[in-house]
């Protein structure tokens, strides 16, 4: 298995509860793991009984497994700061109330969140040298992974920049005015060093995403779902991210042989048309299903929780990244 750990679906299918249940399996394998969740709701807290924050703290009982809690309100807010204070360092004063109304209206718009949190992921992914394995209970979608092409762009934006600015140079220096500080300057220029940093960033977040990262859906046994699927795996593939495998989670347990009442009779029912759709799932989907996991009668926390990382086949031990 690859470093870095992906838990993807939609609101609700039980990517939280999944990625809890493999990151204690990894952790209790004796991997150091670190498990990131992302949902305001701060599940994770309720899975393990436990407050977690921006940063990561080991959980109670298990000495290889630490959580952390991203907020991604709180990302967005830091990630708009700092491009205010950035620009205000170069522009006049009269323009920063103008770029602060701006990004109040980028603060939302939708991909806002999604975008800031990625940059956030890049930034634990690179910070992550102490642990064996680092499970995300949440996979960046379309909108976000559209951010993956910005090394390219940025590219060309740089190079233009450069030779722009390059030009202008060779302009004082015939004019003979200031060479040497023109050009110094030019390296040193914020913008371009800026631009320069993010290139390196986003290059290093898809090199790692191909190379060293393993990419699981989590779905239920509905139709709804199994559309919603099947257009994330597209929209992974777009940008050369495969997925590995499938999880169908809350699926409707048996009830007993000899239960004839009405609740006997919903749950066989419901029971033989979920088959059908995870044979469904199994024939069209060309990813494993990894788990079939039972709705259980209560919230997946404790002792729950063990029980359901048991019922998940997905491998854990380390394999050396792709080249
Ligand atoms: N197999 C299951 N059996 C019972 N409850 C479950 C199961 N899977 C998830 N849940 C519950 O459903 C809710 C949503 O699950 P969660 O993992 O938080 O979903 P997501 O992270 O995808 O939004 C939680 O309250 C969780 O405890
Ligand atoms: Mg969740």
């Given at each position: 298995m690859e470093k870095f750990v992906f838990y993807g679906g939609k609101g609700g299918v039980g990517k939280t509860t999944v990625s809890s249940a493999y990151a204690l399996t990894c952790a209790r394998a004796g991997l150091r793991t670190l498990l990131v969740s992302t949902d305001p709701a701060h599940s994770t807290s309720d899975v393990f009984d436990q407050s977690f924050d921006d940063d990561p703290r080991?959980?109670?009982?298990?000495?290889?497994?630490?959580?952390?809690?991203?907020?991604?309100?709180?990302?967005?807010?830091?990630?708009?700061?700092?491009?205010?204070?950035?620009?205000?360092?170069?522009?006049?004063?009269?323009?920063?109330?103008?770029?602060?109304?701006?990004?109040?209206?980028?603060?939302?718009?939708?991909g806002a969140h999604e975008a800031a949190l990625f940059d956030r992921f890049i930034e634990v992914m690179?910070?992550?040298?102490?642990?064996?394995?680092?499970?995300?209970?949440?996979?960046?979608?379309?909108?976000?992974?559209?951010?993956?092409?910005?090394?390219?762009?940025?590219?060309?934006?740089i190079d233009r920049l450069v030779q722009k600015r390059t030009k202008?140079?060779?302009?004082?220096?015939?004019?003979?005015?200031?060479?040497?500080?023109?050009?110094?300057?030019?390296?040193?220029?914020?913008?371009?060093?800026?631009?320069?940093?993010?290139?390196?960033?986003?290059?290093?977040?898809?090199?790692?995403?191909?190379?060293?990262?393993?990419?699981?859906?989590?779905?239920?046994?509905?139709?709804?779902?199994?559309?919603?699927?099947?257009?994330?795996?597209?929209?992974?593939?777009?940008?050369g991210l495969e997925v590995d495998g499938l999880v169908v989670n809350g699926v409707t347990p048996d009830p007993d042989e000899d239960d004839r009442g009405r609740g006997g009779r919903y749950l066989r029912e419901r029971v033989a048309t979920e088959r059908e759709r995870i044979d469904h799932i199994r024939e069209a989907f060309d990813q494993p299903v990894v788990a079939v996991i039972e709705s259980r009668v209560e919230e997946v926390k404790g002792d729950l929780l063990a029980d359901v990382a048991a019922e998940l086949d997905v491998e854990v031990e380390r394999e050396p990244p792709r080249a």
């Open positions: 080991r959980v109670e009982g298990d000495e290889n497994l630490w959580v952390m809690e991203i907020d991604p309100e709180e990302e967005v807010d830091d990630h708009m700061q700092e491009i205010r204070r950035r620009m205000s360092d170069q522009v006049s004063a009269g323009i920063v109330n103008e770029i602060d109304r701006q990004i109040e209206l980028a603060h939302r718009t939708p690179r910070d992550s040298d102490e642990y064996d394995r680092v499970v995300f209970d949440t996979s960046p979608t379309g909108g976000t992974l559209r951010l993956l092409s910005l090394p390219e762009f940025l590219g060309d934006w202008s140079i060779d302009l004082f220096e015939k004019a003979a005015i200031g060479e040497r500080e023109a050009r110094r300057k030019l390296e040193s220029d914020p913008i371009v060093q800026h631009l320069k940093r993010r290139k390196e960033k986003f290059e290093f977040a898809r090199e790692t995403l191909r190379n060293d990262a393993a990419f699981f859906l989590v779905m239920n046994p509905d139709e709804l779902s199994i559309r919603e699927t099947d257009r994330a795996v597209e929209s992974l593939r777009e940008y």
